[in-house]
């Protein structure tokens, strides 16, 4: 049995399907929209972004966008978890050699370290040339394993800082993995 005359049909897939589910409003009805790229991969599909008050409300598929038609990988469909997910850590966690616990720190201090130990790693394990004398300026003691998360564009400027800035040899991602 229809709730209405069939004369009446729903301009968009978001109205309501009847009268009756008219105060059963969506949660993104009222929301505001805004076209994104999925940060995941290279690939580029769209997605649509919805926010009410400054605050994400959810991510899904754009339909229009030409390469994807709406559809999204795992990792672009949990796109909105990720952000809201409470259980995400938003603090830096240290825990130091032979300690039982976790400390919060400071983000300046974990930078600080990271770049204390990257330094003194480097210094100490830096080959200038190798045995027949060939020009090496390589670092086999420090390793990278991006994630999939990373853009072609951010993977560049990884490997320009990590390969020609600072010699190292070990620059893996888990994309190809």
């Not at 032979?98 to 201090?109: F, I, N, Q, V």
Request: hydrophobic share 30%; with cysteine.
């Amino acid at each position: 049995m229809f709730r209405f005359s069939l004369t009446r049909k729903p301009k968009t897939s978001r109205e309501p399907y009847s009268l009756e589910t008219l105060g059963k409003a969506s949660r993104l009805r009222g929301a505001t929209v805004t076209e994104g790229i999925c940060p995941y991969c290279a690939v580029g599909c769209g997605q649509l972004i919805y926010s009410k008050g400054g605050e994400l409300i959810d991510i899904e598929g754009d339909p229009e966008s030409p390469i994807s038609g709406g559809h999204l990988c795992p990792k672009g469909a949990n796109a909105f978890q990720l952000s809201v997910n409470s259980h995400r850590v938003r603090n830096v966690l240290y825990r130091a050699p032979y300690s039982d616990h976790w400390e919060t720190r400071s983000l300046e201090w974990a930078q600080e370290q990271i770049a204390q130990r990257v330094k003194a790693t480097r210094d100490a394990d830096f080959t200038t040339r190798d045995e027949q004398g060939r020009l090496l300026n390589s670092v086999r003691s420090i390793g990278s394993l991006g994630g999939a998360t990373i853009d072609n564009e951010e993977n560049y400027l990884i490997k320009k800082l990590l390969g020609g800035g600072l010699g190292v040899v070990s620059i893996e991602n888990q994309a190809r993995i």
